[in-house]
């Protein structure tokens, strides 16, 4: 069973940063972030194959950096610029190589608010 181990959640101001991590067990080709806001869909955050590539939703793009530790099979995803619309629960999502479906987190909580 996969086991991931979201960090790093909490309130912040708007226009600061935070930084969220997520330690999986295994190594897996894909590893990522996605978020739910109350009442609405779960949407891509960022997403990192283990060659580096990248992958950002839009509303995130030149805020956001994600990056990740093959050695350590973590994670991470640095937020910077933060707005109130960025209020959501973060969810940890890894894949494996030719595999249909992965496994997410249990989620991490990021409010931003004055």
């Known amino acids: 069973q996969v086991q991931l181990v979201e960090s790093g959640g909490g309130l912040v101001q708007p226009g600061g940063s935070l930084r969220v991590s997520c330690a999986a067990s295994?190594?897996?080709?894909?590893m990522g972030w996605y978020r739910q806001a109350p009442g609405k869909q779960r949407e891509l955050v960022a997403t990192?194959?283990?060659?580096?590539?990248?992958d950002y939703g839009d509303s995130v793009k030149g805020r956001f950096t994600i990056s990740r530790d093959n050695a350590k099979n973590t994670v991470y995803l640095q937020m910077n610029s933060l707005k109130p619309e960025d209020t959501a629960v973060y969810y940890c999502?890894?894949?494996?190589?030719?595999?249909?479906?992965?496994?997410w987190g249990q989620g991490t909580r990021v409010t931003v608010s004055s």
């Open positions: 999502y890894v894949r494996g190589l030719r595999v249909a479906s992965g496994s």
């Open positions: 295994g190594s897996w080709f894909i």
């Open positions: 990192m194959t283990s060659g580096g590539r990248t």
